[in-house]
Structures are given as structure tokens and as C-alpha cells.
């Protein structure tokens, strides 16, 4: 009987001491990676939080450990990896501590999923980064906007997405991305450059429409709201260029038209086209020169001037 209590008094020893062990471990780890952290040593930060997450998942210092590797992969430019991390500390954070920076810190893994940055082949770390991460950009961005809704970096995601969406000529998405970021942050130095970006949007989808009146009078819109947001913008200059540069595409058809029923003796229609270019297009390079075949057409065709004005009217 004696030695069965000597043996269960050394059995419940050990188990005390494996357990007081095992309990040490995590914070000695804990405290090492803090340390690492602390000291930017980013290598070390990985080998001592991982100890941690691998063998005391259940660790109350397990999720501040998640920011720590997401840091520690962000600065190796090991992107997916960090913002993997980043993600589980979001999920499981029950403090402010962190939060906000690891937004920040999704935020430029963004960026550089924008810029080309790849990510490892089917999400495995021991596979080489070769997969596009261009889609996971769109998504961390609409994360930080659903986040820090009026954040500054909720602006910068709301200009990124919609340059992206530019990019892939989806312009009417990226034209109401660019008009949400004016009306949630009216004063930021990104609205301005906002009003350009949508004059250009305008633009180039302008080429390759057949020319609409209503298209047409959203980027006058445009132009209209952007000189009375910042009425010493520089840039406002920029958008009436651009803007007459979409008339003239609008205005070279009616232009080439005119050519045309003049070559054919069609005098009614070819000053049809001339008054329609000016008065439709007043800001383009061709109405001028239309105005001026009109004048020299009075001359020579008064009657038919008079007529076309008439029904133009």
C-alpha cells in the first residue's frame, strides 16, 4: 500500500511539473517572439509565435501572435501568407490593440496584389508564388471600405478599386466607385483626382459608343460639379479638355457627314450637320470650323441656310 501512494505521489509530481511546463513554454515563446517583434527580427518573430500557435492553440496570447506573423510575412513579401494571418487575427481579436493597423497593413497587401505581386500556388506556402492575385486585391479592398468605412485607407481602397475597374474597362463601375469616394470624403486631396479619373472614364468609353446625348451630359455633369467643388483646381482645365476632346469624337461623324452631302450637292444636309455640330457640340474643335462653313455657305446658299436652320429648329 505504501508503495502504490509512493508511486501515485511521483506520478501526480511529474504530471504537475509537465503541466507547469507546458504552461510555461507558450509564455516563454510569447515572449521571445514579442521580443523578435519589438526588434523588427522577423524571422525569429515566425519560428516563436508559430511554437505558440502550433502547440497551444488554445493560448490566451495566441491571436495578438497572429498579428505578429502577419507582420512578420508582410515585411518578407510574403504577401498571401500575411494577409492569411492578418485575417485570423481579425476574426478572433477581442481588443483594439492592433486592429486598426492590421486594416492598414490588408490594405497595402492590396496594393501589391495591384502592382503584380503573386501569391503561392494554391495558397501553399512551400509552393513558389506564380498565382495572380489581382481578384484578392478587390476583395481586401471592399474589406477595409466595409471596416473603416471613414478611414483615409477606406479612400485609397475606394480610388484603387476603381482604377482597377478602369483598367478591365468595366467603366460604369468605376465611375460610381469614384463618385462614392467624392461623396463619402468631399474633402479629400483623392475627390479631386477622382473628377479627373471620371472625366477620362467618360472618355474612353466614349470611343467606342455610338454617340449618346445622355453619356455625353454626365461628363458635362461631371465637369460642372468638379468646378464647383474646387473652383481653383487646376485640374478643372484638364477635365474641360478632356471633355472636348469626347465632343470632337462625337462631332468628327457629323463633321465627315457634312463633307459628304456637300461633295453630293446636298447643300440642305450637309448645313443640317454643320448647325448640328455647333449646337450639340459646342466645346469641340469642330465647331468653330462648322460655324465658319455656315457663314461662307450663306453666301453661297442662303436659301438652303435658311431652310436647314429652320428645320434644325
Known amino acids: 500500500m505504501k508503495i502504490y501512494s509512493l508511486f501515485l505521489a511521483l506520478f501526480l509530481s511529474l504530471t504537475s511539473l509537465h503541466a507547469a511546463k507546458e504552461t510555461c513554454v507558450p ?52 504577401y498571401d501568407q500575411s494577409n492569411y494571418y492578418f485575417s485570423k487575427f481579425l476574426k478572433e481579436y477581442s481588443s483594439p490593440k492592433f486592429f486598426e493597423e492590421a486594416i492598414v497593413y490588408k490594405f497595402q497587401i492590396a496594393e501589391q496584389f495591384q502592382k503584380g505581386a503573386k501569391k503561392h500556388l494554391m495558397g501553399v506556402e512551400k509552393l513558389p508564388k506564380m498565382s495572380s492575385a489581382w481578384d484578392d486585391a478587390y476583395l481586401i479592398y471592399d474589406e477595409v471600405i466595409a471596416t473603416l468605412p471613414r478611414h483615409e485607407v477606406a479612400a485609397k481602397s475606394l480610388f484603387n478599386k476603381a482604377t482597377m475597374l478602369r483598367l478591365e474597362d468595366k467603366f460604369k463601375e468605376s465611375i460610381e466607385t469614384f463618385q462614392t469616394l467624392i461623396r463619402r470624403f468631399p474633402k479629400d486631396p483623392l475627390a479631386p483626382k477622382s473628377y479627373v479619373a471620371i472625366a477620362e472614364a467618360y472618355a474612353s468609353e466614349s470611343k467606342d459608343l455610338f454617340p449618346d446625348r445622355d453619356f455625353l451630359d454626365q461628363a458635362r455633369l461631371n465637369a460642372k460639379k468638379f468646378r464647383k467643388d474646387f473652383p481653383s483646381d487646376e485640374r478643372v482645365n484638364e477635365v474641360d479638355k478632356i471633355l472636348s476632346k469626347m465632343q ?15 461633295k453630293k450637292k446636298k447643300m440642305q444636309s450637309c448645313i443640317l450637320y454643320y448647325t448640328t455640330i455647333a449646337r450639340k457640340y459646342p466645346e469641340s474643335k469642330f465647331a468653330p470650323l462648322a460655324l465658319k462653313k455656315i457663314e461662307e455657305l450663306k453666301v453661297r446658299y442662303p436659301v438652303e441656310v435658311q431652310n436647314a436652320s429652320f428645320q434644325e429648329e
Open 27 to 78: 509564455q516563454e515563446e510569447y515572449n521571445k517572439a514579442t521580443v523578435a517583434f519589438q526588434k523588427k527580427k522577423w524571422s525569429d518573430v515566425k519560428i516563436h509565435a508559430k511554437k505558440v500557435i502550433d502547440l497551444a492553440s488554445d493560448s490566451p496570447f495566441v491571436t495578438e501572435l497572429y498579428f505578429y506573423m502577419g507582420a512578420a510575412y508582410f515585411h518578407q513579401k510574403d
Open 248 to 262: 470632337d469624337n462625337y462631332a468628327r461623324d457629323l463633321w465627315e457627314s457634312a463633307h459628304y452631302f456637300a
